[in-house]
T-cell receptor, first 113, second 113 residues
Framework: SQTIHQWPATLVQPVGSPLSLECTVE??????LYWYRQAAGRGLQLLFY??????ISSEVPQNLSASRPQDRQFILSSKKLLLSDSGFYLC????????????FGQGTRLTVV | AQSVAQPEDQVNVAEGNPLTVKCTYS??????LFWYVQYPNRGLQFLLK??????LVKGSYGFEAEFNKSQTSFHLKKPSALVSDSALYFC???????????FGSGTRLQVQP
């Protein structure tokens, strides 16, 4: 069966520090991968998605970047965090089939102080 | 723009009563619609989806949803609510030609004992 791992679960970082959140998927090949951010326990905003290694699409220009160095690995990064980067970050994967649902990791609660 | 709307921020229901969480959509072409549930500080869990076929879709934990093309709605329902159903519920759509899901703003369901 397929599983998705996302870490860390919580993170407190000072303003101006770098960020690296990692997500890995097991049990499937060539998944579509996604990073979402959820603010204030409400709606989800799509940040990035990837359909293959090295292929990243950015939805919202901001202080973050994403990379996919391996087929089942998706990394969210920042060189210098801002206070506004605080939030709940969710990684997800889906099959290439457009009728398929997305499966989510457990999320990372990021607090920038 | 292709989107979903959840008109209610919160729904309150007594345990044992039927529940409905509303969702309307706006998409071009045939919609692919999804429902997810989120418990505090956790990722989203997939409940059910409508792709094609029967308008009544059955999903996990006794939930079902009714697709209504004329009313462009996809309401989530359960015949008898449980206190453990209390959570945040999201409706989502996969817009035509896109891989990532677009989510509604979420509805908080509170089931009182």
């Amino acid at each position: 069966s397929q599983t998705i791992h996302q870490w860390p679960a919580t993170l407190v970082q000072p303003v101006g520090s770098p960020l690296s959140l990692e997500c890995t998927v097991e049990g499937t090949s060539n998944p579509n991968l996604y990073w979402y951010r959820q603010a204030a326990g409400r709606g989800l905003q799509l940040l990035f998605y990837s359909v293959g290694i090295g292929q990243i699409s950015s939805e919202v220009p901001q202080n973050l970047s994403a990379s996919r160095p391996q087929d089942r690995q998706f990394i969210l990064s920042s060189k210098k965090l801002l206070l506004s980067d605080s939030g709940f970050y969710l990684c997800a994967w889906s099959l290439a089939d457009l009728t398929g649902e997305a499966f989510f990791g457990q999320g990372t609660r990021l607090t920038v102080v | 723009a292709q989107s979903v709307a959840q008109p209610e921020d919160q729904v309150n229901v007594a345990e044992g009563n039927p529940l409905t969480v509303k969702c309307t959509y706006s998409v071009s072409g045939n919609p692919y619609l999804f429902w997810y549930v989120q418990y505090p500080n956790r990722g989203l869990q997939f409940l059910l989806k409508y792709i094609t076929g029967d308008n009544l879709v059955k999903g996990s934990y006794g939930f079902e949803a009714e697709f209504n093309k004329s009313q462009t709605s996809f309401h989530l329902k359960k015949p008898s609510a449980l206190v453990s159903d209390s959570a945040l519920y999201f409706c989502a759509v996969r817009p035509t030609g896109r891989r990532a899901l677009t989510f509604g703003s979420g509805t908080r369901l509170q089931v009182q004992p």
